[in-house]
C-alpha cells in the first residue's frame, strides 16, 4: 500500500513552453501532497505544499506564477513548469501523506530537461 | 524544524554492519526523528522513525540516546543493493506547527563494496 505515481517519467521540451507533471496516489486519499526538486548530485528543496480544494503554499524564492500547482482531488496534484527554460531543468519529485505528516510516500520521480 | 548534520559518505562491504550518525542538537520537545533512503533517480522512501529510546522494524534499527540531540540508523549485514543517500529529518509530529514539511539536509552517501 501507500503507492504514488508520477507522469510522466521524463520529458523533454523546448524552452518557453509549458509541462504538466501529475502526481497520483493511487491506494490512499492524500489531503496534503509536496513537490520537491532535485538537482544532480543535490539533496531535496522543497519548493511548495499542495492542499486539496485550496491554493498551494510556496517556499520562500519559489516562483508561483512560473510553478502553477493544482490539487483538484483527494488522489490527484500536479505541477506545470510554465515558459521553461534551461535552468528549470531537474529532478521533480512529489510525496503524499497518508497517516503520519512526517511519514511521506514519495514518487518515483520526473526528470525535466528543457532545450 | 531542526538541523540536522550527518556524515556525507560512508564505505562499507557487503555483510557488514553499517551505523550512520545524525545529529540534532537543537532538537524540540515534539519532534520526531525519520530517515529516509534514496537510490538514484528515484524518490526517497520512508525507513524509520522514532521519538525515543530503540525502533526496530524489518529494514532498520534507529537508535535515540536520552537527550536525543543524535541518533543512529543501524542497516544490519548491507549488501551491495543498500548503496544509497540517507537522509536524516526531524521534524514535528503533534504540535500546532504541523505542517507536514520535510527538510531535507545533505544526507549520507552509503558505498557498499564487493
Known amino acids: 500500500g501507500a503507492v504514488v505515481s508520477q507522469h510522466p517519467s521524463w520529458v523533454i521540451c523546448k524552452s518557453g513552453t509549458s509541462v504538466k507533471i501529475e502526481c497520483r496516489s493511487l491506494?490512499?486519499?492524500?489531503?496534503?501532497m509536496f513537490w520537491y526538486r532535485q538537482f544532480p548530485k543535490q539533496s531535496l528543496m522543497l519548493m511548495a505544499t499542495?492542499?486539496?480544494?485550496?491554493?498551494?503554499?510556496?517556499e520562500q524564492g519559489v516562483e508561483k506564477d512560473k510553478f502553477l500547482i493544482n490539487h483538484a482531488s483527494l488522489t490527484l496534484s500536479t505541477l506545470t513548469v510554465t515558459s521553461a527554460h534551461p535552468e528549470d531543468s531537474s529532478f521533480y519529485i512529489c510525496?503524499?501523506?497518508?497517516?503520519?505528516?512526517?511519514?511521506?510516500?514519495f514518487g518515483p520521480g520526473t526528470r525535466l530537461t528543457v532545450t | 524544524l531542526a538541523k540536522t548534520t550527518q556524515p556525507i559518505s560512508m564505505d562499507s562491504y557487503e555483510g557488514q554492519e553499517v551505523n550512520i550518525t545524525c545529529s540534532h542538537n537543537?532538537?524540540?520537545?515534539?519532534?520526531?526523528i525519520t530517515w529516509y533512503q534514496q537510490f538514484p533517480s528515484q524518490g526517497p522512501r520512508f525507513i524509520i522513525q522514532?521519538?525515543?529510546t530503540k525502533v526496530t522494524n524489518e529494514v532498520a534499527s534507529l537508535f535515540i540516546p536520552a537527550d536525543r540531540k543524535s541518533s543512529t540508523l543501524s542497516l544490519p549485514r548491507v549488501s551491495l543493493s543498500d548503496t544509497a543517500v540517507y537522509y536524516c529529518?526531524?521534524?514535528?509530529?503533534?504540535?500546532?506547527?504541523?505542517?507536514?514539511?520535510?527538510?531535507f539536509g545533505q544526507g549520507t552517501t552509503l558505498q557498499v563494496k564487493p
Open positions: 510525496s503524499a501523506s497518508r497517516d503520519s505528516p512526517y511519514e511521506q510516500y
Open positions: 499542495s492542499n486539496e480544494g485550496s491554493k498551494a503554499t510556496y
Open positions: 529529518l526531524v521534524g514535528d509530529l503533534l504540535g500546532s506547527s504541523n505542517t507536514g514539511k520535510l527538510i
Open positions: 537543537n532538537i524540540a520537545t515534539n519532534d520526531y
Open positions: 522514532g521519538y525515543k
Open positions: 491506494d490512499f486519499q492524500a489531503t496534503t
